[in-house]
């Protein structure tokens, strides 16, 4: 008889920010799958096997997953954030649609999570405020013309961008390049922040402008938000400044 | 000596997908202040105060929750959703850049929460699956020819599109509009789910194509997702289909 398997965002890092359901469905696991830094987040249970992956092996973790599940474990996959995000969830379908039938008929749950774009502007004020996206800035997947095309856009619909997958070993130029391809269509003193690991002991916060920003100021970890026309700091006595997009747009 | 502003998302309604920081915050508040539909998901304790208000009135929530915060209260102001997302944190900020400048010195606090567009998602498979937008239909704020043409560069970018506050009966005609203008560039066969009270006992989803979608399926409460010409719903014997979106497009 086959098991069990869940697909769950951890959500940003803290466990203050990590929902019950998630704690649930981590605690009735009997197998754990994921890339090896978010299993490290996740508390050590007797009788549970942990199976740490590298990165980049998203597909071939999924078909781990299901043959385990079809084996009659009970298997939860985790990502950080939002397992829908950029994340295991649309990897673990891939690999169903492509797999045996018999991984239809299977138990699948997505447990959703608090993402890194979420938890980045909170922690920031509100700077999401109005119309929003998220791009990928990886070209592992899709092509680079194609990111490009979607930056500029997104910059010309006025939407707040929220730029995942910032930067890595295999692609160190392409922050540089959409911070250069967004100053064209954006004002120079567009608000721009540079998120990291936050909600985590190392959390790291820059807020500057889409002209002084630099691309160096991100890590593999580092979420960037580009603010629009309409986006405000608010000064305050002794503290980093709130940032927030009004919810209104002028006619 | 002034108080504590805790802005707070509730997530999508279950008690499941509230996270422990939100509940806490909950807990620790002397007054909620809220609409009034979402101050009911809060279990009533005794010395608290809570402000319920009517819907469309955000700025004069926001100025009341920092008034009381200023005299001393522990306010928490709540959101469904994520609180930063066609919610109150950016009204918040709003009042305080436009208020007496003694509100900059408060003690603002922005507890993240699960949207309901990851909830859906969630329950649907992994429609997100990559790069992905959020718009809200409301022309409350923004001109309605503002809306149409962040629709119109959304789907030509490629973009899952999520579609916030879709019905009122203040604009009964918007969300129809929006789905003939989505046919003009998205192909007719592209997903589209209306996703109503997701998480909550009267949830409803239906999943149909952007040819055969009718405005009637959407309430004041529901979330509107439509695909891209990639989006694929995987058939499961017995059951609704799963829907998600692969993480890679072709060159």
Same mark, same amino acid.
């Given at each position: 008889m086959s098991g069990t398997i869940t697909i769950i965002g951890l959500g940003p !890092?803290?466990? !203050?920010?990590?929902t019950p359901d998630a704690t649930a469905a981590l605690e009735a696991a009997s197998d754990l799958i994921g890339y090896a830094p978010y299993l490290d987040r996740v508390p050590e249970r007797p009788h549970q096997t942990r199976h740490p992956s590298d990165n980049r092996v998203e597909l071939d973790r999924a078909r781990h997953a299901l043959h385990l599940t079809e084996a009659g474990h009970h298997v939860a996959v985790v990502s950080s954030g939002d397992a829908g995000v950029f994340a295991m969830a649309s990897a673990i379908f891939e690999a169903i649609e492509h797999g *045996? #039938?018999?991984? &239809?008929?299977l138990d699948v749950t997505v447990i959703p999570g608090i993402s890194a774009m979420f938890a980045a502007a909170a922690r920031l004020g509100a *700077?999401? !405020?109005?119309d929003f996206c998220a791009i990928s800035l990886s070209d592992n997947l899709k092509p680079w013309p194609l990111v490009r095309r979607r930056l500029h856009l997104a910059a010309d619909a006025g939407f707040v961008i929220a730029l995942y997958n910032t930067r890595s070993q295999a692609r160190p130029h392409h922050l540089a390049e959409a911070l250069t391809l967004l100053a064209e269509t954006l004002p120079p003193d567009t608000p721009v922040v540079f998120a990291t #690991?936050?909600? &985590? *002991?190392d959390e790291q916060i820059e807020i500057t402008t889409l002209a002084e920003? &630099? #691309?160096?100021?991100?890590?593999?970890r580092t979420l960037v938000l580009i603010g629009t026309a309409q986006t405000r700091l608010i000064d305050r006595p002794g503290q980093a400044p709130w940032l927030y997009t009004p919810r209104s747009v002028p006619a």
């Open positions: !890092g803290s466990s !203050g920010l990590c *045996p #039938a018999s991984w &239809r008929s *700077p999401l !405020g109005h #690991a936050i909600s &985590r *002991p920003s &630099r #691309a160096e100021s991100a890590d593999m």
